[in-house]
């Protein structure tokens, strides 16, 4: 179905489409502050031809990104792992051991023919690992909204093909590193049959940020950040839409191991505070429970916006949607999350949707751009977390970590 003469035009006004979706990784110790060493590396130990830079051979060529972002403590590590190959994913790792490697059997992870990639990526000292999970940003879904009411289908089959993340060509994210700055860009084009004509002029792309020193971000929502937190922005620039009405959601898959009877529940929470976020009073809280203790935990507000220039005159709501318990096929299936996690069959696995819009908003045609945000949750124990999007509002808690969106474990 494609998109009339119309909805380009007004698509080309407003050339990007973004979702902005943040992700922080953080350890906070109760009102303590300490510092980290911080630094990133792209592909590391890795000397096979499969890991060189080189311009792609063909339109389906695609450069085998990882990125190791690793905080050093005094007594502990926090290692980020981004990758490409596969589907992007951030692999999360905290260590009791200050001097804890990453280590990448690059022959497994690319060269596997016949056998499993499981067991291609280790943490040494292995008794020294403490918690680990993965996010995975598995599909990004449209939509025809022809009668404006902002309601994913439930039906898969009643929604446009969905964008297959695994399915992407990626450029060479050594070309935008930043080891000073520590940033760089992931940034692609699907290769799926009868899509690639969408991104003629267009690319989805995922920027890295992580921290050296303590401050506030200059940009709304004005978030405080510490060496303890790495960002990841989610964008979708010029993809044609392929309807007139188009809405888009996006679908993201935690998986964590299974322990003591892991479960997982999502929750409402309400909130007397919109300092941060005007009209926003709902958080939404995805928990990992082990018996009565709560170890690991998502939060974001439903909140949107749709133009570059935040503000609540350009705020909608972004809906959260059911989870799903996703079977180990859905694991895509050469993530690094694999590559980690070895006995698929014990992880504990939930995904979700959450998607952008209100009716009578005009959908995605109306302004092409979408941000997500999100908020935290208050209180004084160890956080050791991955803030999946960035957060806009604040519930009160102690000073330095308001308006921030954790998933990670609690003590």
Avoid at 107 to 113: G, K, S
Avoid at 253 to 281: A, C, N, W
Wanted: with cysteine; glycine share 6%; hydrophobic share 35%.
């Amino acid at each position: 179905m494609a998109a009339s003469r119309q909805a380009r035009g007004v698509y080309e006004c407003w050339p990007m489409f973004s979702l902005a979706l943040f992700v922080f990784i953080s350890l906070v110790v109760g009102n303590e502050t300490f510092s980290r060493q911080v630094s990133m590396h792209y592909n590391p130990g890795c000397n096979i031809t499969e890991c060189q830079s080189f311009p792609p051979s063909n339109n389906n060529d695609t450069h085998n990104n990882l990125v190791h972002v690793l905080a050093r403590g005094h007594r502990d590590s926090l290692h980020y792992v981004w990758s490409t190959i596969g589907a992007p994913t951030v692999l999360v790792v905290h260590t009791t051991s200050k001097d804890s490697e990453l280590r990448v059997d690059w022959e497994r992870l690319l060269r596997a023919t016949n056998r499993s990639i499981s067991g291609a990526i280790t943490f040494e000292p292995s008794n020294a690992v403490d918690f680990s999970m993965a996010v995975i940003f598995n599909k990004i879904w449209e939509y025809e909204d022809l009668h404006d009411k902002s309601e994913l289908p439930e039906d898969d089959a009643e929604m446009f093909e969905p964008y297959d993340l695994a399915k992407m060509r990626w450029d060479d994210f050594n070309m935008t590193m930043n080891a000073t700055g520590l940033t760089g860009n992931f940034t692609g084009a699907t290769t799926q049959q009868d899509m690639e004509s969408l991104f003629q002029n267009g690319s989805i792309s995922f920027k890295i940020h992580a921290f050296k020193t303590d401050d506030r971000s200059t940009d709304l929502p004005h978030l405080q950040y510490t060496s303890n937190q790495t960002q990841f922005d989610f964008t979708i620039d010029s993809v044609e839409p392929r309807g007139n009405m188009s809405r888009y959601a996006m679908e993201v898959m935690l998986i964590t191991e299974d322990k003591r009877g892991t479960h997982v529940d999502l929750k409402k929470l309400q909130s007397i505070d919109d300092e941060y976020t005007p009209g926003v009073f709902e958080l939404f809280e995805l928990t990992t429970t082990h018996g009565a203790q709560t170890d690991s935990y998502v939060q974001w507000k439903p909140v949107c916006y749709t133009k570059h220039t935040r503000s609540m005159a350009v705020a909608t709501p972004a809906k959260t949607h059911k989870l799903k318990e996703p079977d180990t096929a859905s694991i895509p299936g050469d993530t690094i999350a694999r590559a980690y996690f070895t006995n698929l069959d014990r992880l504990q696995r939930k995904a979700l949707n959450v998607s952008f819009g209100l009716t009578g908003d005009g959908t995605y045609v109306a302004s092409n751009f979408t941000s997500w945000t999100g908020d935290p949750r208050g209180h004084h124990h160890v956080w050791r977390g991955v803030h999946l999007l960035q957060a806009e509002g604040r519930r009160k808690g102690r000073e330095g970590n308001e308006g921030r969106v954790y998933q990670g474990k609690r003590k």
